[in-house]
């Protein structure tokens, strides 16, 4: 890859500034799911254990007022990152100042602090200014002046231009690199759009085809085969005179959904059959239809056709990219379709498999395929801007080597 990784940048001895993805679930002060503070931890561990000092920056949910604080204090983290680590992790609960340059003062190689949330600096004076979430020019150049080097592990906020990212690092020119996290991440997604091994094949499901939309039409290109699951699919049966009955459909996406279809030939795979619902409830009467939905049903799963055609298409693929489920997975009576394609996609052990979105990786976890997965990418929007074919500004910003 063309960028800086934190293997490239001295560390000995220096103030290594590192924005990490802590954005986890708190509850009552104690951290729920810290899969994503495991997954920073390669990087971090590799800075201390190199004599770096690591400073580290995260976002943590949203901040709109003084009153979101509180809830939002990222002290919980700490706590856990100092239990993974088995070392003292200091916490700094302000995200500028001199309490916070004296801790960064008085650190010794091998330290690592954690800085307050960074959208705390979204809300100054009870006024919703978004400096951070702003990329305030100001911010990112007084986060800079901190430390020597920047490391960006973030893939989650890759999409995203703020201060803690692309403001700290287009102030340290030559000096910003990746994490390991970040690298794996852009290798893959990078690799899987870019270069893939052929067959190379998409599967997009979820509920909306206004959310996916850009990603079809970059991966139109790109892809040999791309398989529509979920909601989103019966927006493409509207658009071909397909009855879809009380199912999800875009009224305003039909047309984009035809030009879609125009331009796809017969790369666009779409379900043959489905579990259609007398209601949106797990406990609703169901029955499997090929083509038309008739009128007070909605299909909530593909059917067994459809899985077995996706199967066949999906068989000798070398490069998979999935992204969104095939049906209403919370619901487990319409979970069956995701999980029968989460499995098969396991089997696949000759093809690198990636799912990408906070959807579809929460599905592939829950069915318990995830480890037989290549790789589970751990950005939802990054991944799709990625997918999309777009600059992510998180990566642009990062020094080229
Ligand atoms: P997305 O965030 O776009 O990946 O969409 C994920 C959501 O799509 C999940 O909450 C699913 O329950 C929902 N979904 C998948 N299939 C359907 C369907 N056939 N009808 C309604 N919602 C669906």
Redesign the pocket.
């Given at each position: 890859m063309a960028k800086l990784t934190v293997e490239d940048l001295p560390l000995e001895g220096k103030k290594v500034l590192m924005r990490v993805d802590f954005n986890v679930p708190i509850k009552d002060g104690v951290v729920g799911d810290d899969n994503r503070i495991v997954a920073a931890l390669p990087t971090i561990k590799y800075v201390i254990d190199h004599g770096g000092r690591a400073i580290l920056f995260s976002h943590l949910g949203r901040i709109k007022k003084e009153e979101d604080k509180p809830g939002l204090s990222l002290r919980p983290v700490a706590e856990r990152l100092s239990n993974l680590l088995n070392k003292p992790v200091t916490f700094v609960p302000v995200t500028e100042g001199k309490q916070l340059e004296d801790a960064i003062d008085n650190m010794k190689n091998g330290d690592v602090l954690l800085v307050q949330n960074t959208r705390y600096e979204d809300v100054k004076d009870g006024e919703y200014v978004k400096r951070e979430s702003g990329n305030d020019p100001e911010l990112g150049k007084y986060w800079a002046s901190l430390g020597d080097v920047f490391v960006n592990d973030a893939f989650g906020t890759a999409h995203r231009k703020h201060a803690s990212n692309v403001g700290i690092a287009t102030n340290m020119p030559g000096k910003a690199a990746a994490g390991y996290l970040m690298e794996k991440e852009i290798k893959f997604l990078g690799d899987a759009v870019d270069n893939p091994e052929r067959p190379f094949v998409a599967i997009l499901?979820?509920?909306?085809v206004s959310?996916?939309i850009g990603v079809i039409d970059n991966l139109l290109d790109k892809a040999d085969k791309i398989i529509i699951?979920?909601?989103?699919?019966?927006t493409f049966y509207a658009a071909k005179g397909i009855k879809v009955g009380n199912?999800?459909v875009e009224k305003d996406k039909i047309d984009v959904a035809k030009q879609i279809l125009d331009k796809a030939g017969d790369k666009l795979v779409l379900p043959i059959d489905n579990v259609v619902a007398d209601k949106?409830n797990n406990d609703a009467d169901t029955r499997v239809v090929e083509g038309d939905i008739d009128d007070g049903w909605?299909?909530?799963?593909i059917g067994p056709k459809s899985v077995e055609e996706f199967k066949n298409v999906l068989k000798d693929a070398k490069t998979v990219v999935w992204?969104?489920?095939?049906?209403?997975?919370?619901m487990p009576n319409?979970a069956k379709g995701t999980l029968e394609i989460g499995k098969f996609l396991g089997t696949l052990t000759d093809a690198t498999t990636i799912v990408g979105?906070?959807?579809?990786t929460a599905a592939v976890k829950e069915l318990g395929v995830a480890d037989k997965l290549t790789h589970i990418s751990t950005g939802g929007g990054a991944s799709l801007t990625y997918l999309e074919g777009n600059e992510l500004p998180g990566i642009a910003a990062i020094s080229d080597k």
């Open positions: 499901g979820g509920a909306k959310d996916k699951g979920g909601g989103m699919a019966y199912s999800l949106f909605m299909a909530l799963d992204n969104g489920p095939m049906g209403v997975f919370e319409f979105g906070g959807d579809s």
